[in-house]
């Protein structure tokens, strides 16, 4: 297995930062986020020359590793062509149409539905939609599921925790917005859509994250959204969102095109290079075989995890320790090169550059270092 070099180098630099957030990351003689130098591929570095197999790769958005070279040509390419957004261009028909064919497996020309929306980030996607809601009279609420639910666009509205979903919770609201994670999926999501549903409520996922895309996928009821937000992951990491409007949607299409065209077009015209990026990565995509490629490659990389260890849905492994062992074993598994996501709610994530004889290695490494951290732990 690897041997960590220290973090002596790393630790200097955040005591020399002075900046608070830089500080919160060190915890005792281990840091909860490596100071990172540069990354490639599958790996992390950083100043103190330890390599790291990331696991995190940004919440997931880095589908194809760091600094693949398909995603930073082209984005170099066409910043030189114009950085500022708030400009029409004729990518948004051509990424349109390849967002409907890839994400919503929608082959045939006639299918295609013409309500994709591009943003500068997902949280102005999702704000936007937020507001567009509030201007046409609209109640919204969200399905609460665990603490990071917090985060992004849907503060500050209505909680609707997930065991008490139901008619009545539902009465004084007209849209609910769900995100699918270890939770939230299955049957107990398709109950809480038959529940909107059936009682004409318009429904929303916050897919802004690729875990919440895959769990949304693996529902066959994934064609009863109405209104879904995805996030930087469909643009290989760089700031970005989206919106796709059903077109038979309870909420109407043309006050949403008008509202959106006129008080939004700095955010919703994005930057050239970024609907350039977008596109390329989503050709990636296609030519590695498609997000079912990817989720392929996770559930055999989880089923090489011990399932002592490990909870799977949906193809994503999630730890499964308890009794707040996680920022323990998290630093145990930065020592030996292995970088987890800092949050125990996140699932561990990979890209198509982590390849199959690195993530057998590393299932092996993985479960032998949770052997000995439980069998001293006892």
């Known amino acids: 297995m690897y041997t960590s070099n220290g973090f002596e180098t790393g630790r200097r630099i955040i005591q020399k930062s002075k900046s608070p957030l830089l500080s919160s990351i060190q915890a005792g003689d281990v840091p909860i986020l490596p100071v990172v130098k540069r990354g490639k591929g599958p790996y992390l570095y950083d100043y103190d020359k330890n390599r790291y197999v990331d696991f995190f790769l940004a919440r997931g958005s880095l589908l194809f590793g760091h600094a693949h070279p398909g995603i930073t040509t082209i984005m170099k390419s066409w910043i030189n062509k114009g950085y500022t957004g708030g400009y029409p261009t004729v990518s948004h028909g051509m990424l349109a149409q390849l967002m409907d064919a890839i994400l919503l497996m929608n082959r045939s020309p006639q299918d295609f539905t013409g309500s994709w929306f591009f943003f500068n980030s997902s949280f102005d996607a999702g704000s936007t939609f937020l507001e567009l809601l509030h201007m046409l009279g609209m109640k919204a609420a969200y399905v609460f599921d665990e603490n990071k639910s917090m985060r992004s666009w849907r503060r500050g509205l209505t909680q609707?925790?997930?065991?008490?979903?139901?008619?009545?919770?539902?009465?004084?609201?007209?849209?609910?917005?769900?995100?699918?994670?270890?939770?939230?999926?299955?049957?107990?999501?398709?109950?809480?859509?038959?529940?909107?549903?059936?009682?004409?409520?318009?429904?929303?996922?916050?897919?802004?994250?690729?875990?919440?895309?895959?769990?949304?996928?693996?529902?066959?009821?994934?064609?009863?959204?109405?209104?879904?937000?995805?996030?930087?992951?469909?643009?290989?990491?760089?700031?970005?969102?989206?919106?796709?409007?059903?077109?038979?949607?309870?909420?109407?299409?043309?006050?949403?095109?008008?509202?959106?065209?006129?008080?939004?077009?700095?955010?919703?015209?994005?930057?050239?290079?970024?609907?350039?990026?977008?596109?390329?990565?989503?050709?990636?995509?296609?030519?590695?075989?498609?997000?079912?490629?990817?989720?392929?490659?996770?559930?055999?990389?989880?089923?090489?995890?011990?399932?002592?260890?490990?909870?799977?849905?949906?193809?994503?492994?999630?730890?499964?320790?308890?009794?707040?062992?996680?920022?323990?074993?998290?630093?145990?598994?930065?020592?030996?090169?292995?970088?987890?996501?800092?949050?125990?709610?996140?699932?561990?994530?990979?890209?198509f550059a982590h390849n199959g004889d690195l993530l057998k290695k590393n299932a092996v490494d993985i479960n032998t270092i949770l052997t000995h951290f439980f069998d001293k732990s006892l």
């Not at 609201?173 to 270890?182: A, E, Q």
């Not at 015209?269 to 350039?276: D, V």
Request: include cysteine; hydrophobic fraction near 45%; proline fraction near 3%.
């Open 160 to 351: 609707v925790p997930i065991e008490d979903v139901d008619a009545r919770a539902l009465q004084s609201v007209d849209c609910l917005i769900l995100r699918y994670s270890k939770r939230v999926s299955g049957s107990a999501a398709l109950d809480l859509l038959k529940i909107c549903k059936s009682l004409g409520k318009i429904v929303i996922t916050d897919e802004t994250e690729f875990a919440s895309f895959i769990h949304a996928s693996a529902l066959n009821g994934a064609d009863e959204i109405d209104i879904r937000v995805f996030g930087t992951w469909l643009s290989g990491g760089i700031d970005f969102g989206v919106v796709n409007l059903k077109k038979d949607s309870l909420l109407n299409l043309d006050a949403a095109l008008k509202y959106i065209a006129t008080k939004h077009s700095g955010i919703a015209f994005p930057a050239l290079y970024k609907m350039k990026t977008a596109f390329r990565f989503l050709k990636m995509v296609e030519s590695a075989g498609g997000f079912a490629a990817l989720q392929e490659k996770l559930e055999h990389f989880a089923s090489m995890l011990d399932p002592s260890f490990f909870e799977t849905v949906d193809g994503f492994s999630y730890s499964a320790t308890q009794n707040g062992e996680y920022p323990s074993l998290h630093a145990q598994l930065l020592q030996h090169g292995v970088l987890f996501p800092v949050d125990q709610a996140d699932p561990l994530f990979i890209s």
